[in-house]
Nanobody, 122 residues
Framework: QVQLVESGGGMVQAGGSLRLSCAVSGRTFSSYAMGWFRQAPGKDREFVAAINRSGPSTYFADSVKGRFTISRDNAKNTAYLQMNSLKPEDTAVYFC???????????????WGQGTQVTVSS
């Protein structure tokens, strides 16, 4: 069983930054591509960013390109989402997830964290 635990969420003013972390345990971290998704109140869960098993390949949603970066440290079994220039519309619960292959489709992710709240005030 793979367990994912997000941390780093909080409240920040527009233009600010946050870094989310996703600690993974239970299986070999480097076996999984990692993704970040978010869900705002009343909206469907949406893709944010993903990174492949070894790190060089990444995908980003158009809404976060140029502002968010995704990275991973396989030695620490942790994935990160650095969020800069945050906007009020980035407010959501952010989830990390693990998949056998790099994908932007939430259906491809087998394991999910519990989520961490990010609130951006104007």
């Amino acid at each position: 069983q793979v367990q994912l635990v997000e941390s780093g969420g909080g409240m920040v003013q527009a233009g600010g930054s946050l870094r989310l972390s996703c600690a993974v345990s239970g299986r070999t971290f480097s076996s999984y591509a990692m993704g970040w998704f978010r869900q705002a109140p009343g909206k469907d869960r949406e893709f944010v960013a993903a990174i492949n098993r070894s790190g060089p390949s990444t995908y980003f949603a158009d809404s976060v390109k140029g502002r968010f970066t995704i990275s991973r440290d396989n030695a620490k079994n942790t994935a990160y989402l650095q969020m800069n220039s945050l906007k009020p519309e980035d407010t959501a619960v952010y989830f990390c997830a693990a998949a056998p292959f790099l994908t932007t489709d939430s259906g491809g992710y087998h394991y999910w964290g519990q989520g961490t709240q990010v609130t951006v005030s104007s």
